[in-house]
């Protein structure tokens, strides 16, 4: 019998996703006898459900803030317990999309053209916004600097620049970036090998929490991509640069924009969604593995690497 503890809900925004992901993963997991699972939300009793537990592996299904982010990889480290998904290191960088960036800049790979904004520094609009022009060009995208979902991102033009950023101001920080138009390609990769590529088409303004999350917003799934085996060569070939270079493990999902020929790197996501219904398992389930045998390969690559 293998005992799971599968952590979900968690403090981040993602919070009601991660648990519908749980949801999904239970129903699959627990009908089968080789599995002892439990769920739980990792809160100041972690340590102590941990221990009394003794699980043979955590399956890690958290998103953002402390579940996606190093800090419950930290704690899971130091209590020498197997886990799934990108370790400490890993998911700090790669939740943090100005450091990301510089990691993904630095190694050749394009990414949108961008400015960190810190609210308390900036005070002089006329220089912000010449600054803004000279550098990045309108439109252009404000977003958290890690955040998930597409919560708090926003594209604005010159003229609703200010009201958009003041949205904002709680973070403190923002990034602010080239805005790429195009279109929306998604790459995940499993234990260092491409899963597949999906490209998404949404009905509204752009790939939103709304385009993201509620079927009415009839977001379409394109799968196979429409690429050129060239073309589709070049995209998975950086999907697996970025994935390696940020050192992750288990499974990743990078998001591009495809505009004139170039993939922009938006980011890499360590804890892509997992629903039955989300990207990667609508990718696997494209190359004939199921969401339950998808779940056992991200569990057997957190046994196989630690
Ligand atoms: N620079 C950009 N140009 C065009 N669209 C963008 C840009 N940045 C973000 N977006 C849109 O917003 C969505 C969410 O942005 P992303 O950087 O992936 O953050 P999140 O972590 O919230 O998913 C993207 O999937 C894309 O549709
Ligand atoms: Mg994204």
Known sequence: ?????????????????????????????????????????????????LRK???NAV???????????????????????KYTHSGVLSSSLAIDKELSKKIFIKNNILTPKYLKYTYRDNKNKLKLINNLKKKIGFP?????????????????????FFKTLRKLIDYGEVLIEKYIPGREIQV???????????????TRKFYDYEAKYNPKARTEHIIPVRLSKNKYQELIKIALKAHKILKCRGVTRSD????????????????????????????AKFNNITFKNLIKKILKDASINK
């Open 256 to 283: 591009f924009r495809y505009y004139k020929n170039s993939f922009y790197l938006l980011e890499t996501n360590t804890q892509p969604g997992m629903t039955s219904l989300s990207l990667v398992p609508e990718i």
């Open 59 to 81: 399956l890690n299904l958290l998103h953002g803030r402390y579940g996606e982010d190093g800090y419950i990889q930290a704690i899971l480290e130091s209590e020498k317990v």
């Open 53 to 55: 537990f003794k699980p």
């Open 188 to 202: 995940a990769i499993l234990a260092d090998e491409v899963l597949g590529a999906i490209e998404l088409k949404p």
């Open 140 to 160: 252009l995208v404000i977003k958290p600097l890690n955040e998930g979902s597409s919560v708090n991102v926003f594209i604005c033009n010159r003229y609703n």
């Open 1 to 49: 019998m293998i005992k799971i503890l599968i952590l979900a809900g968690g403090y981040s925004k993602e919070r009601e996703i991660s648990i519908k992901t749980a949801k999904s993963v239970f129903n699959e997991l627990n009908n089968d006898k080789n599995y002892n699972i439990k769920v739980t939300n990792p809160d100041g009793q972690f340590v102590k459900v």
